[in-house]
Nanobody, 127 residues
């Protein structure tokens, strides 16, 4: 059974940093993609970033490019999202999600391709 567990959320002032973790277990396929999504109150969930396990390719939404960095641990079973220069508009529940194959380039934001989801972690950025 595939499980994804997020951690690292919290309250931070604007301009600050947080690092989210997504602990993945139970993947039985060699190649997979782990994406980060977020959902702010009253808004649709949006794709933030994605990393492919096969070649380490990374993708970002324009809204976070240059501020957020996605990476994987040495064992590739943990994916991190380093968030710097946080803004109040980054406030949301952040979810990690996974599926087989790779991030599919700019289509990583397509939620339907993700088969597994974590429970989410709250990130609040105060002004």
């Amino acid at each position: 059974e595939v499980q994804l567990v997020e951690s690292g959320g919290g309250l931070v002032q604007a301009g600050g940093s947080l690092r989210l973790s997504c602990a993945a277990s139970g993947f039985t396929f060699d190649d997979y993609a782990i994406g980060w999504f977020r959902q702010a109150p009253g808004k649709e969930r949006e794709g933030v970033s994605c990393i492919s396990s096969n070649d380490g390719s990374t993708y970002y939404a324009n809204s976070v490019k240059g501020r957020f960095t996605i990476s994987s641990g040495a064992a590739k079973n943990t994916v991190y999202l380093q968030m710097n220069s946080l803004k109040p508009e980054d406030t949301a529940v952040y979810f990690c999600a996974g599926h087989a194959w790779d991030c599919s380039g700019s289509y990583f934001t397509e939620e339907d391709q993700y088969d597994y989801w974590g429970q989410g972690t709250q990130v609040t950025v105060s002004s």
